[in-house]
């Protein structure tokens, strides 16, 4: 086999490999996108699930590309981004439980949130990604 066969050889299993680390981190990548998105529905009232799905998305970014680098700082800011996430998600929960005063809207993306939250927490462990 010559030299250029083993180079093209290894940047397939290369692309392989980050096609198969983006795959176990969807949920985390979907999980930051729907935090995202539900800032923008409220009309940014809910501005901090916006900056727990910069930091959810960001760490799943880096993780993407490489297993080794700021792995401390990478599990940090996930973390920081799933507490941050879930303290925004969660008042919209408890005023329709206690009070019923809530758009339809808050409560279905509060739900939609948690549960995403729930499966991409489920499955990062599983997997042992963070």
């Known amino acids: ?7 093209g050889e290894k940047a397939s299993v290369k692309i ?10 969807l949920p985390g990548l979907t999980l ?12 940014g009232e809910a501005y901090n699930l916006l ?5 959810i998305g960001t760490s799943m970014c880096i993780r ?13 800011m996930f973390l920081t981004g799933i507490v941050i996430g879930v303290a925004g998600v969660s008042p919209p929960l408890y005023f329709t439980i206690v009070y019923g005063v809530l758009s339809s809207t808050e409560l279905l ?5 948690i549960i995403l939250t729930t499966v991409t927490l489920i499955r990062i462990k599983s997997l042992n990604v963070l």
């Open 64 to 76: 993407i590309f490489s297993d080794t680098l700021l792995k401390g700082v990478v599990r940090y």
């Open 1 to 7: 086999m010559s030299s250029g066969e083993k180079a």
């Open 16 to 25: 392989t490999s980050i096609e198969r680390r983006l795959l176990n981190l």
């Open 51 to 55: 900056i727990a799905g910069a930091l």
């Open 109 to 113: 993306l509060s739900i939609v949130c």
């Open 32 to 43: 930051a996108a729907t935090y995202v998105l539900a800032t923008i529905i409220t009309g």
